[in-house]
């Protein structure tokens, strides 16, 4: 019988925070394009979902990858057809995202799960695979004091992934990996990488993009919580 989890990873992109597609439109209308946010929105899911292989994190670091997920975005919605303005867009993106974190959406009902977990006496840790601006980016959106640990991967040279993270952070929150839960938006880096560290898992498919893996998923961080609290 799989013991009840006490401590709770949950990853920062794609699960707490979102990308400001508001802001990339933005960008766009300076060098003359256009761009729609839900549409930008709606990409990301695909993008990442395609992205999301073995092959694609092998040899590479989140920075590296940064820029194929953004090109792999513009592509699914459309925004690939002029180079020049992709490019200078994409440079803009980068230049922000360096210095502030482009992933500063906060999906709805999320601050309110998170409070729901720690109510319920849960030990609650961001664990996400970043550029050393997560812990800045969480305090600014008022999602960092709901947290035990914050922990970045850019900070500890090591990232999902490699099981070492997630041994490092399972120290730093002073539990045990069998009563740890790792919450993702992943599976060759979520799911796979904290099963290989010996933690419990969990995906986040709000659209059945990962139907028939073999893995429990839940559409929202409020369906989570009743999943591991039954409230």
């Not at 309110?112 to 601006?133: K, P």
């Amino acid at each position: 019988m799989t013991p009840a989890p006490r401590t709770l990873f949950i990853d920062a992109g794609g699960v707490l925070v979102r990308p400001n597609w508001s802001r990339v439109c933005g960008y766009f209308a300076t060098y003359g394009g256009v761009a729609d946010p839900a549409r930008l929105a709606r990409a990301e899911l695909v993008a990442a979902r395609e992205l999301d292989t073995p092959e694609n994190f092998r040899n590479s670091d989140d920075d590296s990858r940064w820029s194929r997920f953004v090109a792999t975005v513009f592509r699914h919605a459309g925004l690939d057809g002029d180079a020049a303005v992709s490019a200078a867009v994409l440079r803009d993106m980068r230049a922000y995202h360096q210095s502030q974190n482009l992933w500063e959406t906060v999906p709805p009902g999320v601050p309110e799960a998170v409070d729901r977990l720690h109510g319920a006496g849960f030990q609650l840790v961001v664990v996400s695979n970043a550029n050393g601006t997560v812990r800045a980016k969480l305090e600014r959106l008022g999602l960092a004091p709901r947290f035990h640990h914050i922990l970045d991967s850019f900070e500890e040279n090591v990232e999902k992934p490699d099981p070492r993270f997630f041994e490092i952070l399972v120290a730093r929150a002073g539990g045990r990996p069998e009563t740890t839960l790792h919450v993702g938006d992943l599976y060759h880096v979520d799911v796979l990488g904290s099963r290989r560290a010996g933690l419990q898992s969990m995906l986040l498919d709000p659209h059945d993009l990962y139907a028939g893996y073999d893995v429990k998923r839940v559409k929202s961080l409020d369906q989570l919580v009743t999943a591991i609290t039954g409230l």
